[in-house]
C-alpha cells in the first residue's frame, strides 16, 4: 500500500462519515418550487422554540463548542444557532456557515447511479466484478457474487476499511498524519484483509467500502470522476452554490463563513482542534462539503422529483431493515437513503453523517415539504452521541413548540 504523506496542506479532501441519523416515509414526487431556496427567514413560527432548546441542550448538555439547525416548512425557512464558532471567542456560529456532510456524502452517489440506470448505462443486478474486475477478492471476498444494489444498500457484506486506516483516530497519530493522502483503490485493500461480514445478500451492515466501490464504478461507467458526475447531474441543476468536494480545492480547510471543528478522541480526553484536515480516505463514502441551506435543497429536489425518474425514486426508497448496533429502532434502509419512524407517527428520510470534527443531522418528510438539517461543529466520543440530534429531529418534524 502506498501511504502519502503530505507535509504541507497542498491540495484538500473531505469527509467520511458512519450512519448517525436516519430515516423515511414513502412517498413519490413533483417538482418542488424552488422559491423557498431564495428566503432566509429567521423569525418565529411553528417548531422554532423547540429547534432552539434541542439545539441549546446539544451544546450546554453534551459539552459542544457550537451547533446550528434550519427547519423549512413550505416556503418558510427557521434558522437557530447555539454556541460559539471558535473556542475561548464570543464569535457566533454562521446561521449558513460550511461545513462536512460526511457519510451525506453517499446519497448524492447513490443518486447518480440510479440516474446512470435510468439513462442503461449500468443496471443495479450488475455484478462489481463486471465493472472492477479483481478488484474485490481475497479472505473470501468476491466482487463476482455482489451487485451494484448490495452496495448501495449496505447488504454486501464487504467490510469496511476504517478500522484498518493508520493513526487516523487517535490524537498522536491524527496530528502526524492528518494532511496524508489515501487513494481509493488502497482503502478497498484495506477492507480486503478481512473476511465478509456474511454473504452477499444475507444480513446488513454499513460500510464505507461499498460507496468507495460505487464512487470507482462511476468513472468505469462514465471516464469521469464521481466528483464530476455529482457537480454536473446534482449540484449544477439544482443551484447548489455552496456544495462542492473537497479534494477539487487547494487547502484542507473551510470557506468562510464557517465554525471551527473539534474532535474527541476518546472518552473525557480533550477536545482537539480539527478544522484542517484532509480526510482522502473518505473520497465517495463522505468528501462533500456544504451549508445547510444547500443540504436542504438538494433533500427537497431529491424527494420532490427532481433528480430522479418515478420508478428510480422507488428503487431508492425500496428499503430493508437497518438496526443500529445496541439499539432497539425500526430503522431501514434504501439506495443511500435511511427511514426511520417519527414519535408522533409515519416517518422521515435522510442520511446523517460524521466527520473528525462535524456531525450532520437530518430528516424530510414526504416529497420534502417539511424537514431539518443540523449540523453540530464537535464530535465528541459517546456512545450516545447521537441521542440529541435524534431528538431535535423528530421534535422539529413533529411540530413541537
Not at 414513502?26 to 434541542?54: C, F, I, V, Y
Not at 477536545?271 to 473520497?283: A, K, R, Y
Not at 429536489?301 to 431493515?321: A, F, R
Request: aromatic share 6%; net charge positive; proline share 5%.
Amino acid at each position: 500500500m502506498t501511504y502519502i504523506r503530505n507535509s504541507a496542506p497542498a491540495r484538500r479532501r473531505v469527509a467520511l462519515g458512519a450512519v448517525t441519523v436516519a430515516t423515511v416515509t414513502a412517498a413519490l414526487a413533483m417538482p418542488l418550487s424552488t422559491a423557498w431556496a431564495q428566503q432566509d427567514a429567521r423569525s418565529a413560527g411553528p417548531g422554532r422554540a423547540a429547534l432552539q432548546r434541542n439545539l441549546d441542550d446539544i451544546v450546554h448538555k453534551d459539552g459542544v463548542v457550537g451547533a446550528q439547525a434550519a427547519l423549512v416548512d413550505g416556503k418558510s425557512r427557521i434558522s437557530v444557532r447555539s454556541g460559539t464558532a471558535e473556542r475561548g471567542t464570543g464569535r457566533k456560529v454562521p446561521h449558513d456557515g460550511y461545513f462536512r456532510m460526511g457519510s451525506n456524502t453517499k446519497t448524492f452517489v447513490a443518486t447518480v447511479m440510479l440516474q446512470l440506470e435510468a439513462e442503461g448505462r449500468l443496471r443495479l443486478d450488475d455484478k462489481v466484478d463486471d465493472w472492477l474486475p479483481g478488484v474485490v477478492e481475497g479472505q473470501g471476498n468476491d466482487g463476482k457474487r455482489i451487485t451494484v444494489r448490495q452496495l448501495l444498500q449496505h447488504t454486501s457484506g464487504v467490510p469496511d476499511y476504517a478500522p484498518h486506516l493508520p493513526g487516523i483516530f487517535d490524537e498522536e497519530g491524527f496530528q502526524k498524519h492528518r494532511f496524508d493522502t489515501l487513494e481509493p483503490r488502497e482503502l478497498v485493500q484495506l477492507a480486503m484483509r478481512d473476511k465478509p461480514t456474511f454473504e452477499p445478500g444475507k444480513g446488513w451492515n454499513y460500510s464505507n467500502t461499498n460507496y468507495i466501490l460505487a464512487g470507482m464504478i462511476i468513472e468505469k461507467v462514465t471516464g469521469r470522476n464521481w466528483t464530476e458526475e455529482v457537480r454536473s447531474r446534482i449540484i449544477k441543476p439544482l443551484g447548489l452554490k455552496h456544495t462542492y468536494s473537497a479534494r477539487e480545492r487547494a487547502d484542507f480547510g473551510l470557506p468562510r463563513p464557517h465554525a471551527n471543528s473539534y474532535h474527541q478522541f476518546k472518552p473525557g480526553g480533550p477536545l482537539v482542534e480539527s478544522t484542517e484536515v484532509n480526510m482522502s480516505w473518505g473520497d465517495s463514502a463522505g468528501d462533500l462539503v456544504t451549508t445547510s441551506k444547500d443540504l436542504t435543497r438538494f433533500w427537497r429536489g431529491l424527494l420532490g422529483g427532481e433528480l430522479l425518474k418515478p420508478k428510480q425514486l422507488k428503487e431508492m426508497q425500496t428499503t430493508v431493515p437497518a438496526p443500529r448496533e445496541g439499539r432497539d429502532t425500526q430503522e431501514r434502509m434504501g439506495l443511500g437513503i435511511f427511514w426511520r419512524p417519527l414519535s408522533c407517527g409515519g416517518g422521515y428520510w435522510g442520511h446523517g453523517g460524521t466527520t473528525l470534527g462535524h456531525l450532520n443531522a437530518n430528516g424530510f418528510i414526504g416529497k420534502g415539504e417539511r424537514g431539518v438539517v443540523m449540523m453540530r461543529s464537535t464530535n465528541l466520543n459517546t456512545d450516545d452521541r447521537d441521542d440529541r440530534a435524534d431528538k431535535l429531529v423528530d421534535d422539529a418534524l413533529c411540530k413541537r413548540k
